[in-house]
């Protein structure tokens, strides 16, 4: 892809935070999946963290970052907000709750701030891959400035 990546939102937040990141386009043509994208990237997929959104027994929404080719252990990601139980939400809830579509959900920019909490792996890397907020692009950056960013912590949530 030659020329100037489009700036998304996430991007534009990133910067008004003065937080330095690197854009990474890819062709969603040749698999929009995480390992896939990871792949078109050059980067391990341990180091591309998707973002996943679900909701708690008491109502609360929660985001939950993790590498890509990893899987969401619920009952973890419950205990690391406080919760009995968390579910996915449904895809069709996404867009209206974060303002994000599936594939392109970002844990920067979403409608609200949700309580996020990204795997403990995030923070043995100098910089991690998450989306930009649209299916094609993602950023790469300081887990650290991201987690910051975004208040989060991290727990062990992969199963």
Same mark, same amino acid.
Request: include cysteine.
């Given at each position: 892809?030659?020329?100037?990546?489009?700036?998304?939102n996430?991007m534009?937040?990133?910067e008004q935070k003065?937080i330095?990141?690197?854009?990474h386009?890819y062709?969603?043509?040749?698999?929009?999946?995480g390992?896939?994208?990871a792949?078109?990237?050059?980067?391990?997929?341990e180091?591309?963290?998707k973002?996943l @959104?679900?909701r &708690?027994a008491? *109502?609360?929404?929660?985001v939950? /970052?993790?590498?890509v080719?990893d899987? $969401?252990d619920?009952k973890k990601?419950?205990?690391?907000?406080g919760?009995k139980?968390?579910?996915?939400?449904?895809q069709?809830?996404?867009?209206?709750l974060?303002g994000?579509?599936?594939?392109?959900c970002?844990?920067?920019?979403m409608k609200?701030?949700?309580p996020?909490?990204?795997?403990?792996?995030a923070?043995l890397?100098?910089?991690?891959? @998450?989306?930009? &907020?649209?299916? *094609?692009?993602?950023?790469?950056? /300081?887990?650290?400035?991201?987690?910051? $960013?975004?208040?989060?912590?991290?727990?062990d949530?992969t199963?």
């Amino acid at each position: 892809m030659a020329g100037q990546t489009e700036k998304t939102n996430v991007m534009r937040v990133l910067e008004q935070k003065n937080i330095p990141y690197t854009a990474h386009a890819y062709d969603q043509l040749a698999g929009t999946d995480g390992v896939s994208v990871a792949r078109q990237l050059g980067q391990e997929p341990e180091r591309v963290f998707k973002t996943l @959104v679900a909701r &708690g027994a008491s *109502g609360g929404l929660y985001v939950f /970052d993790i590498p890509v080719g990893d899987s $969401l252990d619920l009952k973890k990601a419950a205990r690391a907000v406080g919760e009995k139980s968390v579910a996915m939400i449904a895809q069709k809830e996404l867009l209206p709750l974060t303002g994000y579509v599936h594939g392109g959900c970002s844990p920067v920019g979403m409608k609200k701030q949700y309580p996020t909490v990204f795997d403990e792996t995030a923070e043995l890397f100098d910089t991690i891959c @998450v989306s930009a &907020g649209k299916i *094609g692009f993602q950023v790469e950056l /300081d887990p650290a400035a991201l987690i910051a $960013l975004v208040g989060g912590t991290t727990a062990d949530l992969t199963v």
